[in-house]
């Protein structure tokens, strides 16, 4: 089980970090440290958005072009934890943060290779 937890309403450029707690094995059955994690978003009328992405080890990262210089992923493997912090926040940044974990290798992974998703952590920027 993924749970988001953070989000809340913040000022353009604002900084605000995310969090996602994983308990229990993955759909699979697998520990946490296992997984390649990421987040995604999904503003309304809008389809689900990749974010950022995080190599099982945290040693490599991969983000989408609209946030990348302005978000961190990061994850803690002994506190089975996935983080997001979002620095110079814009309007256009609104919307629900999910997590999803997956045990494909590689970057571009597809959405539904993704097995186990969060409920998701609403953020709202106002400009």
């Known amino acids: 089980q993924l749970v988001e937890s953070g989000g809340r309403s913040v000022q353009a450029g604002d900084t605000l970090t995310v969090s996602c707690t994983a308990s229990?094995?993955?759909?699979?059955?697998?520990?946490?440290?296992?997984?390649?994690m990421a987040w995604f978003r999904q503003a309304p009328g809008k389809d689900r958005e990749f974010v950022a992405a995080?190599?099982?080890?945290?040693?490599?990262?991969n983000y989408a072009d609209s946030v990348k210089g302005r978000f961190t992923i990061s994850r803690d493997n002994s506190k089975s934890q996935l983080y997001l912090q979002m620095n110079n926040l814009k309007a256009e940044d609104t919307a629900v943060y999910l997590c999803?974990?997956?045990?494909?290798?590689?970057?571009?992974?597809?959405?539904?290779?993704?097995?186990?998703w969060g409920q998701g952590t609403q953020v709202t920027v106002s400009s």
């Open positions: 229990g094995r993955g759909v699979s059955g697998r520990p946490f440290e296992d997984y390649a």
């Open positions: 999803a974990a997956t045990l494909t290798r590689g970057w571009g992974v597809p959405v539904h290779e993704y097995e186990t």
């Open positions: 995080i190599a099982w080890s945290g040693r490599s990262t």
